[in-house]
């Protein structure tokens, strides 16, 4: 079962309020409040209000976007960051969900077994934190992290096992195919709890081009479908738009909401940490 909803570090420009207006405008169910900008980690009085703004504006808080990269940010020279600071935040906005990151500027194919070891036991360690407040921690599925390929992230899968607390957010790697990426949702399954939905391409230039979401609908499809073949309760949530524009935003959020009924998995009620 699936809700739609934003991942607010997409509009950094924006406040807490106009996002608000934004989603509501959209008619979206939820958001993923970002730690680096809009709900700064350790700031629980700001957490407070934005929880409180988001319940009188009816959007649900599906996640707490943090920064906290695992096996770095407790140590860092230069932006250290405890992950007490991120639970708290977490705690005050009332969410279920943390987001963090397998490690930080990596490549899973070069670290050693030390390094790897490293991030695992951080993830492990902040994942009993985590549980101890019946939160779950999801990883993002990103480059430059242990989850930079299907291959890497199948074998963190199994480092953490299945009693962890430490789960996968999901997005498509560009390079990929369909069929890699189907094939990545299989093996991670059922370990994907929420989504970063967005549609970008390769450039003639090697560069990431933003395309509206309706040009990527039916590989969407594809990959909402099989993520939602589990039973369980995800939240698919929009990130980063073409041009920056909220105009897009809002045609990608219709987008979004046109896929999500087609599938007919909208949710009574909950998100993918129930």
């Given at each position: 079962?699936?809700?739609?909803?934003?991942?607010?570090?997409?509009?950094?420009?924006?406040?807490?309020?106009e996002i608000l207006n934004m989603c509501e405008k959209a008619r979206?169910?939820?958001?993923?409040?970002?730690?680096?900008?809009?709900?700064?980690?350790?700031?629980?009085?700001?957490?407070?209000?934005?929880?409180?703004?988001?319940?009188?504006?009816?959007?649900?808080?599906a996640s707490y976007g943090s920064y906290y990269h695992a096996g770095?940010?407790?140590?860092?020279?230069?932006?250290?960051?405890?992950?007490?600071?991120?639970?708290?935040?977490?705690?005050?906005?009332?969410?279920?969900?943390?987001?963090?990151?397998?490690?930080?500027?990596?490549?899973?194919?070069?670290?050693?077994?030390?390094?790897?070891?490293?991030?695992?036991?951080?993830?492990?360690?902040?994942?009993?934190?985590?549980?101890?407040?019946?939160?779950?921690?999801?990883?993002?599925?990103?480059?430059?992290?242990?989850?930079?390929?299907?291959?890497?992230?199948?074998?963190?899968?199994?480092?953490?096992?299945?009693?962890?607390?430490?789960?996968?957010?999901?997005?498509?790697?560009?390079?990929?195919?369909?069929?890699?990426?189907?094939?990545?949702i299989r093996a991670l399954m059922p370990e994907i709890t929420n989504?970063?939905?967005?549609?970008?391409?390769?450039?003639?230039?090697?560069?990431?081009?933003?395309?509206?979401?309706?040009?990527?609908?039916?590989?969407?499809?594809?990959?909402?479908?099989?993520?939602?073949?589990?039973?369980?309760?995800?939240?698919?949530?929009?990130?980063?738009?073409?041009?920056?524009?909220?105009?897009?935003?809002?045609?990608?959020?219709?987008?979004?909401?046109?896929?999500?009924?087609?599938?007919?998995?909208?949710?009574?009620?909950?998100?993918?940490?129930?």
């Open positions: 079962m699936l809700k739609h909803g934003l991942v607010s570090i997409s509009f950094r420009k924006y406040g807490v309020g979206l169910d939820c958001i993923e409040w970002g730690g680096d900008k809009h709900v700064v980690h350790g700031d629980t009085v700001l957490a407070e209000k934005v929880a409180r703004m988001s319940a009188d504006a009816g959007i649900e808080i770095f940010s407790e140590n860092s020279p230069d932006n250290p960051l405890a992950f007490r600071a991120v639970l708290d935040s977490a705690l005050a906005l009332g969410t279920k969900t943390v987001r963090v990151w397998a490690g930080s500027g990596i490549n899973s194919f070069e670290i050693n077994a030390a390094q790897r070891r490293k991030i695992v036991d951080d993830l492990l360690r902040i994942g009993e934190m985590a549980a101890g407040y019946d939160i779950k921690i999801s990883m993002e599925f990103h480059g430059g992290t242990l989850t930079d390929c299907n291959e890497s992230a199948v074998r963190l899968k199994h480092e953490l096992s299945d009693a962890s607390n430490v789960d996968f957010y999901w997005q498509p790697k560009i390079e990929y195919s369909d069929a890699e990426c189907l094939e990545g989504i970063h939905v967005f549609h970008w391409d390769s450039g003639s230039d090697g560069r990431f081009v933003r395309k509206l979401l309706e040009t990527g609908r039916e590989r969407w499809l594809k990959f909402l479908r099989e993520i939602s073949a589990d039973g369980r309760k995800h939240a698919a949530m929009l990130e980063f738009f073409a041009d920056d524009s909220e105009e897009n935003f809002y045609k990608d959020a219709a987008t979004l909401k046109q896929i999500i009924d087609e599938l007919q998995l909208r949710p009574a009620n909950g998100l993918a940490s129930q």
